[in-house]
C-alpha cells in the first residue's frame, strides 16, 4: 500500500494543472509579449538589410528585413513570431538600409529611452469601447526614411505612439547586401523596383519632384494644441492619425473616468475622425484629411505666436450636418482651413 502511494502522489505532481512549480523558463521582471515589425513612407520604398533591437543584457531581437517596404509612415508591415514569447524591452537600435529613390544606403546605431518605453508596456492604455479596461502594447515599429530619418513606435490595437525619432548618417555598403545577382545592373534593379512598389501617377510625381530630405524628422515636431467639437452637437469620439504616426483616440463624452491624462503638446493631424450626435439625434461620423503643406504652415504660424494659450483645432459642422467647417485659433488669431477633404456618413 505503501508503495502505491507513493507513486500516485508523483503521478499528480506531475500532471495536476495546480501544480507549485513549473518546468517552463522563469521570465525576469519587466518582460513583455511584443513583436517588431517595420515601417517606411508610402511614396518611397525601402530595403532593410538588417535591424536588430538590442536588450540590456547584449542579446536582441531582428526586425524583418530583405523585402522592399513601402506601407506608411509608423504602418506595421511584417509580423515574425521570433524570439521568447515575453521578453525584455530594447534599450538599443541598430540599424542598416537602402533607399531606392536616393540611390543610397545608410546606418546607424541608437540609444532607446528605456524609461519611456517601460511606462507604456506597464501600464498599457485605455481602450476606446470598453469602460476600465486596458489595451496592452504588444509591438515596437521602426521606420526608415529618406535622408537618414529613423522613428520608433509602440502599438498598442489602433493606437500608436511615437518613441523616439533618429538621424542616421549614409554608409557605403556593398550593392550585394540588395542585390547579388550580375545579370542585373543597380540601375535596372532600382527602375524596377520602383516600377513595381508604386503607382505610375506617383512613381511620376516621385521623379518629378527633390526628395524631401529631413520631411520626416519634421513630422515629429510638436505643438501644444487641443482638439474641439463645436458645442451645437453631442461628441462621442474623435480620432486622430498624425503627421509622425501616432494615433490617438479621445473620449468626447466626458464621461469616461479612467483614460489617460491627454499630451500637452501633439504632432500635426494628417486625418481626423469624429464621431457625434447631431441636434436631431443622428449618429454621425466625419472623415477629414487635411492638405499637408496648409496643414503644416497653419500649425507652423500659429506655433510660432508668442502666448501662453495652446492653439484650438475647432470642427464646426453644418446645421444640415452636410459639411464640417474646421478651424485653428490661438488667441484671437484664426486660420480656416481651406484644402481640406471632408466625408460625412450616418449611422456609423
Known amino acids: ?47 532593410i538589410i538588417k ?3 538590442i536588450f540590456e543584457n547584449g542579446e536582441s531581437i531582428y526586425i524583418p528585413d530583405q523585402k522592399i ?34 540611390d543610397r544606403f545608410y546606418a546607424g546605431k541608437f540609444d532607446l529611452p528605456k524609461d519611456k518605453l517601460l511606462e ?17 502594447f504588444d509591438r515596437i515599429v521602426v521606420g526608415v526614411a529618406p535622408g537618414g530619418d529613423v522613428a520608433v513606435w509602440a502599438g498598442a490595437g489602433r493606437i500608436v505612439k511615437e518613441i523616439r525619432v533618429f538621424r542616421a548618417q549614409p554608409a557605403d555598403l556593398p550593392w550585394s547586401l540588395v ?19 508604386l503607382s505610375p501617377q506617383t512613381l511620376k510625381q516621385v521623379k518629378a519632384n527633390p526628395v524631401p530630405l529631413g520631411k520626416w524628422a519634421i513630422f515629429a515636431k510638436r505643438y501644444p494644441w487641443i ?27 466626458g464621461t469616461r473616468h479612467d483614460i489617460d491624462r491627454p499630451p500637452q503638446n ?28 496648409e496643414t503644416l504652415a497653419a500649425f507652423n504660424k500659429l506655433g510660432n505666436l508668442v502666448s501662453p494659450e495652446p492653439m484650438i483645432l475647432i470642427f464646426e459642422p453644418s446645421d444640415t450636418t452636410t459639411s464640417v467647417d474646421v478651424l485653428l485659433q490661438r488667441g484671437k488669431a484664426v486660420y480656416r482651413f481651406q484644402h481640406s477633404i471632408v466625408k460625412i456618413y450616418k449611422g456609423r
Open 1 to 47: 500500500m505503501v508503495k502505491l502511494l507513493i507513486i500516485f502522489n508523483l503521478f499528480w505532481i506531475f500532471t495536476s494543472p495546480l501544480q507549485a512549480f513549473s518546468l517552463e523558463k522563469p521570465y525576469p521582471m519587466n518582460s513583455f509579449e511584443w513583436l517588431p515589425t517595420e515601417s517606411a513612407p508610402s511614396n518611397y520604398p525601402m530595403y
Open 51 to 53: 535591424g536588430d533591437l
Open 69 to 102: 517596404i513601402n506601407n506608411g509612415w509608423g504602418k506595421e508591415t511584417s509580423t515574425h513570431i521570433v524570439g521568447d514569447t515575453f521578453k525584455p524591452l530594447p534599450t538599443q537600435l541598430q540599424i542598416s538600409w537602402f533607399s531606392f529613390t536616393e
Open 120 to 136: 507604456l508596456f506597464q501600464h498599457g492604455t485605455a481602450s476606446p469601447y470598453e469602460n476600465n479596461e486596458r489595451w496592452n
Open 179 to 197: 542585390l547579388d545577382n550580375p545579370n542585373y545592373s543597380r540601375q535596372q534593379h532600382i527602375s524596377e523596383s520602383l516600377e513595381e512598389a
Open 227 to 253: 482638439p474641439k467639437l463645436s458645442n451645437s452637437v453631442t461628441g462621442k469620439d474623435l480620432w486622430v492619425k498624425s503627421f509622425n504616426g501616432e494615433i490617438e483616440w479621445l473620449d468626447l463624452t
Open 266 to 293: 501633439r504632432a500635426i493631424p494628417e486625418e481626423v475622425s469624429i464621431y457625434w450626435r447631431s441636434a436631431g439625434g443622428i449618429n454621425l461620423t466625419a472623415d477629414i484629411s487635411f492638405n499637408e503643406e
